[in-house]
């Protein structure tokens, strides 16, 4: 199988949706799913194939050069990639990695995108890590490959493990059950930096209209400062009529305690969410602002899902937002990349006063709960909720228990149900590593059919015993951006909302939805 | 000729103290690198049951972390002697791999005792008390090692040439590898059958004896041929372990402690921030167009501008 990797120029394996194993009722009829959108003629035969999708976009070489030239940098970025200069920032662990391998497969067993596409064995996630480990060995360090394995690098072998280093959520989870330590989602992070900071070479929807639109313009939504103002004195609006109470978030107040950073797609998709959090932090009496700085009002860091430099300009933005408005603290909002960014990976990137603590907004709304800032009627949310864990908050983090706290007390504990597994076992929603803004060819489909399905089985078996129509609707509880896109993707692909019942939001909306002053009703149920 | 095996027995002793040492000095003298912990961490305390974090308090930073080894240590004990990961989450492998790493723990454990044994001075015939207690531990750990690494060996070389997903990532390598303990470990035991237990390992003792008191005096070991035999193909295995990816045992220490469970925050003004800062100074020469790096722009001057498109910020 490593040597068909670097022959032929067509896919090397489709999904085939008999393989896949059923979905729980009212979904478990395989036959009945929506099929599988297959790739045009016309993108097959311009873009480089690996497998039924294509998120990357890589034109076929025309030229012999064109060809020399993908493996040249490939492998110039590669060497960038082990040194000590280019690469401080993960060569330890990428070394580890890198040389550790027990080739056992245990980490298989672990990831929902091998698992649900039928077991396919080119998304094993060691597949991947071994075409670069062995492309290492061979090409960069001469070594033999009677003791390394074989590969033959050419322009397809790049160009595929380039689109393959896309089909990983780096969610980390066989990470989390390899008996040696071994990380084939940081392998994937860094084959996806190699096509990024040497090649040029990225998707678009996170680069020219992710990452690189955010530095200029301020948001990967496309707002710039006057928009996302204007767009969330909209929402104070709009939060103040629903809920009976006066909400104004305050902008660029200087000497403020806390800065709240939202994913501003929350501003253009999910307004009740920055909607609630402004309700229940003015609500709490909490000194806090937001600011109309470039990129501070929009929490997102596509950098961490491909590029350290994109990284780390933003979360110097963030930083430097903070720093010029004296607060105490950075808050993050519902966004589980924006929490692991600033919070975690910018952690070692930042120095002096740059170094201001950075704090989850999860940890702020159960300090505001377990404080009683804010009464709550748990009777408000009487229908079945649970509760799903973003991986970068999770797994990534530790942030387990605050989330639970708040749910104890704004939901009846009969209500609540939990996904199996659940906390830092949890299954990413399938949105992860960028793939919920990705949607180009048939991409979107992939996700649904692939990546998503396993967090799909797991709501439906979450609400397994209820009445799965949309008379009796149900909860997916989800505090996170990306996350809930993916849901609501999912969710819309497969009817689940008119079919099952089954609708998504965040957390502050369900703590909105239960507050007693505010007026009931702040979750309309109605599908947008 | 009869000295051979003691001086393999002393060179492969030699030959792998200085990889190990090589190899731990080359991870310990890795660049400091981005925090990328994976939950659960173990030495996070109570919090640590359902993996949590000292992210859940609130202010976290004018807080005392809670930092439990005893917490790692209840993790660490168990993954060593029992491979828990391996077990829970790939149950046929483990039955193959937990006995042949058991039986090398096994191995070294009988090789330890026969140190012990002989510095106390005592005679193998005529051992008694705690003496006594070594040589027959020295015989069942050794015995029980060789017979649980030989089965596990094999299990593992097995399973490999014919479970599809393990045969297809195999490299002639891996598959030797196995093949050789299979053989190392099979002579030793041909070795207790021709001489029976007792004086195969009573000889063994006596070598191993020379090897722990050369400091204090000279080599004078002779054993029965078998044995030599035994004893210079463990120590070429010894010697050649580590220069292959079976030094994991070293990579696996680094892999928990420097990355998966290495969640120290970097506080304003302490150490860390020194040594970030000196990363932070280092060229770079990335060439995609958003970086430009030309090996003189360092860190951070690519981080706070942007080719052509930003300027200096
Ligand atoms: S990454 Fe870990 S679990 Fe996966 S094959 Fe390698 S050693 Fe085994
Ligand atoms: S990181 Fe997640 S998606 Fe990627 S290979 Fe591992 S388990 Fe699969």
Same mark, same amino acid.
């Given at each position: 199988m490593f040597a068909d990797f670097s022959r032929g120029d067509d896919c090397l394996f489709e999904i085939n949706q008999k393989d896949q194993q059923p979905l729980p009722p009212p979904f478990d009829d395989i036959d009945e799913e929506p099929l599988f959108r297959r790739l045009t003629e016309e993108a097959k035969k311009k873009y480089v194939l690996l497998d039924d999708t294509i998120a990357v976009n890589i034109p076929k070489p025309e030229t012999q050069e064109e060809e020399a030239q993908l493996v040249n940098s490939f492998l110039s970025g590669l060497r960038r990639l082990v040194s000590r200069e280019? #690469? %401080?920032?993960?060569?330890?662990? *990428?070394?580890?990695?890198?040389?550790? /391998?027990?080739? $056992?497969?245990? !980490?298989?067993?672990?990831?929902?995108?091998?698992?649900?596409?039928?077991?396919?064995?080119?998304?094993?996630?060691?597949?991947?890590?071994?075409?670069?480990?062995?492309?290492?060995?061979?090409?960069?360090?001469?070594?033999?490959?009677?003791?390394?394995?074989?590969?033959?690098? #050419? %322009?397809?072998?790049?160009?595929? *493990?380039?689109?393959?280093?896309?089909? /990983?959520?780096? $969610?980390?989870? !066989?990470?989390?059950?390899?008996?040696?330590?071994?990380?084939?989602?940081?392998?994937?992070?860094?084959?996806?930096?190699?096509?990024?900071?040497?090649?040029?070479?990225?998707?678009?929807?996170?680069h020219d209209s992710g990452s690189m639109l955010q530095l200029k313009v301020g948001s990967s939504t496309g707002m710039n400062a006057i928009v996302a103002r204007d767009n969330v004195e909209f929402i104070d609006e709009d939060t103040t009529d629903r809920t009976g109470i006066a909400v104004e978030t305050p902008w660029d107040k200087e000497g403020a305690d806390i800065l709240l950073i939202h994913n501003a797609g929350e501003i253009m998709a999910w307004p009740e969410n920055p909607g609630g959090f402004a309700l229940l932090f003015s609500a709490a009496g909490l000194s806090w602002t937001m600011s109309s700085d470039l990129a501070a009002y929009d929490g997102i860091n596509y950098g961490v899902w491909y590029d350290d430099f994109q990284f780390a300009r933003t979360a110097l933005l963030h930083l430097e937002a903070a720093r010029k408005l004296k607060v105490k603290k950075i808050v993050i909002g519902e966004c589980g990349h924006a929490h692991k960014a600033l919070s975690v990976i910018a952690d070692k990137v930042v120095t002096g006063d740059l170094n201001i603590p950075r704090e989850s907004g999860i940890n702020v709304l159960r300090d505001i709960v377990r404080e009683g800032r804010v009464k709550f009627d748990k009777s408000r949310n009487d229908f079945p909720v649970t509760l799903h864990d973003p991986c970068n908050l999770v797994r990534l983090m530790g942030i387990v228990s605050p989330q639970r706290e708040i749910i104890e007390a704004i939901v009846p504990k009969e209500r609540f149900r939990e996904m199996e597994p659940h906390g830092v076992e949890n299954y990413c929603c399938g949105g992860g590593s960028g793939f919920a803004i990705?949607?180009?060819?048939?991409?979107?489909?992939?996700?649904?059919?692939?990546?998503?399905?396993?967090?799909?089985?797991?709501?439906?078996?979450?609400?397994?015993?209820?009445?799965?129509?949309?008379?009796?609707?149900?909860?997916?509880?989800?505090?996170?951006?990306?996350?809930?896109?993916q849901l609501r993707d999912i969710i819309a692909y497969y009817d689940a909302w008119e079919r099952a019942g089954i609708y998504y939001g965040g957390l502050v909306e369900l703590m909105v939805n239960a507050m007693v002053d505010a007026q009931p009703g702040y979750i309309d149920w109605e599908w947008h | 000729m009869e000295t051979v095996?003691?001086?393999?027995?002393?060179?492969?002793?030699?030959?792998?103290?200085?990889?190990?040492?090589?190899?731990?000095?080359?991870?310990?003298?890795?660049?400091?690198h981005v925090r990328w912990e994976l939950y659960p961490v173990a030495h996070e305390g109570k919090r640590a049951s359902y993996g949590g974090s000292y992210l859940e308090e609130s202010e976290w930073w004018k807080k005392p972390r809670e930092f439990s080894i005893w917490g790692e240590i209840r993790v660490m004990v168990p993954e060593i002697l029992f491979l828990v990961a391996l077990r829970e989450h790939n149950r046929k492998l483990w039955y193959r791999s937990f006995p042949f790493h058991f039986g090398l723990y096994l191995i070294t454990a009988g090789t330890v005792l026969m140190g012990g044994f002989a510095l106390m001075g005592s005679q193998w015939e005529s051992a008694e008390g705690f003496a006594g207690v070594l040589r027959m531990g020295i015989i069942v750990f050794g015995l029980a090692g060789l017979v649980l690494g030989l089965l596990g060996a094999a299990g593992l070389l097995h399973r490999r040439m014919t479970a599809p997903e393990l045969k297809d990532f195999s490299a002639p390598a891996d598959l030797f590898n196995l093949a050789v303990f299979v053989a190392v470990f099979s002579v030793a035991l041909s070795g207790i059958v021709l001489l029976g237990v007792v004086e195969f390992f009573a000889s063994l003792t006596g070598l191993i004896g020379q090897i722990v008191k050369l400091p204090f005096g000279h080599a004078e070991a002779q054993v029965p041929?078998?044995?030599?035999?035994?004893?210079?193909?463990?120590?070429?295995?010894?010697?050649?372990?580590?220069?292959?990816?079976?030094?994991?045992?070293?990579?696996?220490?680094?892999?928990?402690?420097?990355?998966?469970?290495?969640?120290?925050?970097?506080?304003?003004?302490?150490?860390?921030?020194?040594?970030?800062?000196?990363?932070?100074g280092q060229p770079v020469s990335w060439s995609a167009s958003h970086i430009a790096g030309d090996g003189k722009k360092n860190w951070v001057d690519v981080a706070t501008t942007m080719p052509g498109e930003i300027k200096d910020r």
């Open positions: 280019d #690469n %401080w920032t993960f060569l330890e662990p *990428l070394m580890i990695s890198l040389e550790h /391998c027990a080739k $056992c497969q245990t !980490c298989s067993e672990g990831c929902h995108i091998y698992e649900e596409s039928g077991r396919h064995p080119y998304y094993r996630p060691s597949y991947r890590s071994e075409i670069l480990r062995r492309i290492y060995f061979k090409y960069l360090k001469n070594s033999s490959t009677w003791v390394h394995g074989d590969i033959e690098l #050419n %322009w397809k072998t790049v160009a595929r *493990l380039i689109e393959l280093s896309y089909r /990983c959520n780096l $969610c980390r989870r !066989c990470a989390q059950s390899c008996p040696i330590g071994v990380d084939n989602a940081l392998l994937a992070r860094e084959i996806r930096k190699v096509a990024s900071q040497e090649m040029g070479i990225v998707p678009k929807e996170l990705m949607s180009g060819h048939n991409f979107a489909h992939w996700r649904h059919h692939v990546s998503g399905r396993r967090k799909l089985r797991q709501v439906l078996e979450a609400f397994q015993g209820e009445v799965m129509d949309m008379e009796h609707p149900k909860y997916v509880c989800a505090p996170c951006s990306n996350c809930k896109g | 095996p003691f001086w393999f027995a002393c060179a492969g002793l030699l030959a792998f103290l200085v990889s190990v040492t090589l190899r731990t000095m080359m991870w310990l003298r890795m660049p400091i041929g078998i044995v030599g035999l035994s004893v210079v193909l463990m120590s070429l295995l010894l010697a050649y372990i580590p220069l292959t990816h079976m030094s994991h045992f070293i990579g696996k220490y680094f892999a928990y402690h420097s990355v998966r469970w290495n969640d120290a925050p970097n506080l304003k003004g302490s150490k860390q921030e020194k040594v970030i800062q000196e990363a932070l």
